[in-house]
């Protein structure tokens, strides 16, 4: 079984770099195979067709994100500090996944049919984590009860994606994690947050 996941794995990075270099319509999966150096045949035993391996990929690396930001929220107290944080390691996550990034930003959130596929529903805990910050100050009384809580959700999620677009439209030319600070202050003072213990004034 963890010989068949790290194929799987394998499959998914090549698939992202690939998609990444070609777009999507202009991919294959002989390319993607090469690519893993794995056969053709190999990858149909974990994937329908190139679109089920396509929108396989936000699934697979949206686990990763999640896993990985529990670990970096583990210590950390306080819903501005957990904000914070969650603004730091989103930047973080895509400025070390930036082909990641361009296939999700520019290629499947513009696609009609992202909306309908599993990738969109597995943003869902994520989404939630997120949800759970805000409702987590709002019992500690640093943010306003009469906050929406989902407008809020989309507010954060909104402005990080902004800022990542715009970043890979620029075509990566500086380092993303120097707005780190600059959206961190946008978000928790511009949606009505009261002032940041932890000094961002």
Request: charge should be positive; hydrophobic fraction near 40%.
């Amino acid at each position: 079984m963890i010989k068949r996941n790290l194929k799987k794995q394998l499959i998914i990075q090549a698939a992202i770099e690939v998609f990444s270099k070609n777009n999507f319509q202009h991919s294959t999966i002989s390319q993607i195979a090469q690519k893993a150096n794995v056969a053709e045949g190999t990858i149909y035993q974990y994937f329908k067709n190139k679109e089920d391996l396509f929108f396989s990929i936000p699934v697979e690396k949206t686990k990763e994100f999640c896993r990985e930001l529990e670990l970096h929220l583990q210590g950390i107290t306080g819903a501005f500090g957990k904000i914070r944080k969650f603004i730091w390691y989103y930047l973080y996550f895509f400025k070390m996944n930036p082909e990641y990034g361009r296939t999700l930003m520019l290629e499947m959130r513009v696609n009609k049919s992202f909306a309908k596929t599993k990738a969109y529903s597995s943003f869902k805990d994520l989404t939630d984590r997120i949800l759970e910050i805000i409702k987590e100050g709002q019992e500690e009384g640093i943010i306003r009860k009469d906050v929406d809580i989902f407008i809020t959700r989309h507010l954060i999620l909104g402005i990080l994606e902004h800022v990542l677009t715009r970043w890979l439209l620029k075509g990566e030319q500086y380092d993303l994690l120097e707005r780190c600070d600059e959206v961190n202050k946008l978000i928790i003072h511009g949606i009505g947050l009261t002032t940041d213990p932890n000094g961002l004034k």
